[in-house]
């Protein structure tokens, strides 16, 4: 159903005295005054319910916004109305009648003369602060400066749809959800949506970024921000920030602002979507109405050139504008001197994964997951200097086996080894740990297991293995993922280890329903990567998230 105008709003409330607090609240910044100004008491204004008083004050914030407009527009109206009825026998076609008229039609509405409204109204207008007029804008100082054109361009309304691709460190999420704000406060009948693939990992990520971005910019005091539901309020205006997962359509579909439309729209971590078909099918369901939107979608390029959203950027699109960046036009003091020199070492050792990270650029062609994979040969005596060795079990039964791994990392290489291995089925936990004795694993080496079986990790304890449950987050799978991938180098023994080989020289990208690489892990085949993912779980944890 299309929403209500303002007008239509006012009017569709219960009571007069509703209406008259709207218009008196419209005309000051306490709400005691307007409260004695509308004629009633505290105690009736506190007795309607808190979400009646919070609508309330929303539509007097939208009305003072407008107040200008608002006030000839009612008029206009009203005028439009009165023109029909007849006054002493005759139509009002006299300006002066219809005047009057309208005045009559509004006086019926609002309970109070229309012409001496638009006088308080335009007067209040005057006398409030200015800043509550003017046009909210971005400090130099938040944005770095290989966005200034874009942020341009977006004022401008240039542009629908904005892509902000870029690698770590780039400052494009923190300026989509700076621009945002802007757009919501300069347009009091906007919402905002922000969707990523999965919905649990809204909180940590794009909730926390504009939460980060409304505290930057000084305005704490003006949003409210809650956790259940996952919303966002902008105070004066009642405008909403909603936060939704890709996951979940049908929650898309379901949000109904109580005025006005979602005309923003902000897709994060956008290559995490199956396709430009499930992103189509969520702008069409969120983006229903009103004359213009902005659609911004950010995210760093996948490796593959062939991945989904490389090959969508090949093709040109009108209302299309799309920014590259990165962190080397960043200020050193907002990444900090510890960020520049892990990535100019990373850029030493290993190039292409340099690129990729920091600079945002695909540097691989197919779907492989894993291009830096080695297949030798480890010689026992390599094995006997290794310093740090790491566990790492992966629960099954069958058809799914149970995989144990173990690995050596040499972090001054940034490289991996991983030279044994056990696979085995349809094994009791009692079967299993006999079988990881047998391998040479004794108590004193900590074993990292899938957490998700915290009764086979008891069991194991319980038969005098030390083994532990890996940390697990909503995104760790993408994290460990990532972390292997960067590495200079894969080591694996394929004559000691022949399912890890296979598995980590065959993994691939999923493939969506066009045929297109997208950037997420399949959950088959991946037994062994999964066990090296638990035993390196300590390294790629400490290292961080990006």
Same mark, same amino acid.
């Given at each position: 159903?299309?929403? !209500?105008?303002?007008?239509?709003?006012?009017?569709?409330?219960?009571?007069?005295?509703?209406?008259?607090?709207?218009?008196?609240?419209?005309?000051?910044?306490?709400?005691?005054?307007?409260?004695?100004?509308?004629?009633?008491?505290?105690?009736?204004?506190?007795?309607?319910?808190?979400?009646?008083?919070?609508?309330?004050?929303?539509?007097? $914030?939208?009305?003072?916004?407008?107040?200008?407009?608002?006030?000839?527009?009612?008029?206009?109206?009203?005028?439009?109305?009165?023109?029909?009825?007849?006054?002493?026998?005759?139509?009002?076609?006299?300006?002066?009648?219809?005047?009057?008229?309208?005045?009559?039609?509004?006086?019926?509405?609002?309970?109070?003369?229309?012409?001496?409204?638009?006088?308080?109204?335009? $007067?209040?207008?005057?006398?409030?602060?200015?800043?509550?007029?003017?046009?909210?804008?971005?400090?130099?100082?938040?944005?770095?400066?290989?966005?200034?054109?874009?942020?341009?361009?977006?004022?401008?309304?240039?542009?629908?749809?904005?892509? /902000?691709?870029?690698?770590?460190?780039?400052?494009?999420?923190?300026?989509?959800?700076?621009?945002?704000?802007?757009?919501?406060?300069?347009?009091?009948?906007?919402?905002?949506?922000?969707?990523?693939?999965?919905?649990?990992?809204?909180?940590?990520?794009?909730?926390?970024?504009? +939460?980060?971005?409304?505290?930057?910019?000084?305005?704490?005091? !003006?949003?409210?921000?809650?956790?259940?539901?996952?919303?966002?309020?902008?105070?004066?205006?009642?405008? !909403?920030?909603?936060?939704?997962?890709?996951?979940?359509?049908?929650?898309?579909?379901?949000?109904?602002?109580?005025?006005?439309?979602?005309?923003?729209?902000?897709?994060?971590?956008?290559?995490?979507?199956?396709?430009?078909?499930?992103?189509?099918?969520?702008?069409?369901?969120?983006?229903?109405?009103?004359?213009?939107?902005?659609?911004?979608?950010?995210?760093?390029?996948?490796?593959?050139?062939?991945?989904?959203?490389?090959?969508?950027?090949?093709?040109?699109?009108?209302?299309?504008? +799309?920014?590259?960046?990165?962190?080397?036009?960043?200020?050193?003091?907002?990444?900090?001197?510890?960020?520049?020199?892990?990535?100019?070492?990373?850029?030493?050792?290993?190039?292409?994964?340099?690129?990729?990270?920091?600079?945002?650029?695909?540097?691989?062609?197919?779907?492989?997951?894993?291009?830096?994979?080695?297949?030798?040969?480890?010689?026992?005596?390599?094995?006997?200097?290794?310093?740090?060795?790491?566990?790492?079990?992966?629960?099954?039964?069958?058809?799914?086996?149970?995989?144990? +791994?173990?690995?050596?990392?040499?972090?001054?290489? $940034?490289?991996?080894?991983?030279?044994?291995?056990?696979?085995?089925?349809?094994?009791?936990?009692?079967?299993?740990?006999?079988?990881?004795?047998?391998?040479?694993?004794?108590?004193?080496?900590? +074993?990292?297991?899938?957490?998700?079986?915290?009764?086979?990790?008891?069991?194991?304890?319980?038969?005098?293995?030390?083994?532990?449950?890996?940390?697990?987050?909503?995104?760790?799978?993408?994290?460990? $993922?990532?972390?292997?991938?960067?590495?200079?180098?894969?080591?694996?023994?394929?004559?000691?280890?022949?399912?890890?080989?296979?598995? /980590?020289?065959?993994?691939?990208?999923?493939?969506?329903?066009?045929?297109?690489?997208?950037?997420?892990?399949?959950?088959?085949?991946?037994?062994?990567?999964?066990?090296?993912?638990?035993?390196?779980?300590?390294?790629?944890?400490?290292?961080?998230?990006?």
């Amino acid at each position: 159903m299309k929403p !209500k105008n303002l007008r239509a709003e006012i009017e569709s409330l219960d009571s007069d005295l509703k209406i008259q607090y709207v218009f008196s609240r419209c005309k000051t910044t306490s709400n005691g005054k307007a409260i004695n100004d509308a004629g009633f008491s505290t105690a009736t204004f506190y007795g309607w319910p808190q979400e009646e008083r919070d609508y309330l004050n929303s539509l007097a $914030m939208r009305l003072k916004t407008e107040t200008g407009l608002r006030a000839t527009l009612l008029l206009q109206e009203a005028a439009e109305s009165a023109a029909k009825v007849k006054i002493d026998g005759l139509k009002s076609r006299n300006e002066r009648i219809k005047q009057a008229s309208a005045t009559e039609v509004l006086d019926r509405i609002i309970g109070k003369p229309f012409q001496s409204l638009i006088t308080q109204v335009n $007067m209040a207008a005057d006398e409030e602060d200015s800043q509550e007029m003017t046009l909210f804008n971005l400090p130099a100082n938040a944005i770095a400066s290989s966005f200034f054109d874009v942020y341009r361009d977006i004022q401008a309304a240039a542009h629908t749809e904005y892509v /902000f691709k870029g690698g770590r460190g780039s400052t494009k999420s923190s300026f989509a959800s700076e621009v945002l704000i802007e757009l919501l406060i300069n347009n009091p009948e906007w919402h905002a949506l922000v969707a990523r693939k999965v919905g649990n990992t809204l909180r940590d990520s794009v909730y926390s970024q504009i +939460v980060w971005a409304i505290d930057y910019l000084g305005l704490t005091e !003006k949003f409210k921000c809650i956790t259940s539901p996952l919303e966002i309020t902008y105070i004066p205006t009642g405008q !909403k920030i909603y936060f939704r997962g890709g996951d979940d359509p049908l929650k898309i579909k379901s949000i109904k602002p109580r005025f006005g439309y979602i005309n923003i729209l902000w897709f994060e971590e956008l290559d995490q979507f199956k396709g430009g078909s499930e992103v189509r099918s969520i702008v069409q369901s969120a983006l229903r109405g009103g004359d213009k939107a902005y659609v911004f979608m950010s995210f760093n390029p996948p490796r593959s050139k062939t991945n989904w959203v490389n090959k969508m950027l090949e093709i040109p699109k009108p209302n299309r504008y +799309v920014h590259e960046s990165d962190y080397r036009t960043v200020p050193v003091d907002w990444l900090g001197q510890a960020f520049i020199d892990e990535a100019e070492y990373l850029k030493e050792i290993n190039p292409a994964a340099y690129e990729h990270e920091y600079l945002g650029l695909p540097t691989t062609a197919g779907g492989l997951v894993f291009e830096n994979v080695e297949i030798r040969a480890i010689t026992d005596e390599e094995i006997g200097q290794f310093d740090r060795i790491h566990d790492g079990l992966d629960f099954g039964y069958y058809p799914d086996p149970a995989q144990w +791994v173990r690995c050596h990392y040499d972090a001054a290489r $940034m490289t991996l080894y991983i030279f044994d291995e056990y696979r085995g089925w349809k094994h009791s936990n009692s079967e299993l740990y006999e079988a990881l004795v047998e391998m040479g694993v004794g108590p004193e080496d900590t +074993v990292i297991a899938d957490s998700a079986e915290p009764k086979s990790i008891a069991d194991l304890r319980a038969y005098g293995l030390s083994c532990i449950g890996a940390e697990k987050g909503p995104e760790s799978v993408r994290y460990s $993922m990532k972390w292997l991938q960067s590495l200079v180098k894969i080591v694996i023994d394929n004559k000691r280890c022949p399912y890890a080989a296979e598995e /980590f020289l065959n993994y691939e990208h999923e493939l969506n329903k066009d045929g297109e690489y997208i950037s997420a892990f399949p959950d088959a085949d991946n037994h062994a990567i999964d066990a090296v993912r638990y035993a390196t779980n300590r390294i790629w944890k400490r290292r961080g998230k990006k």
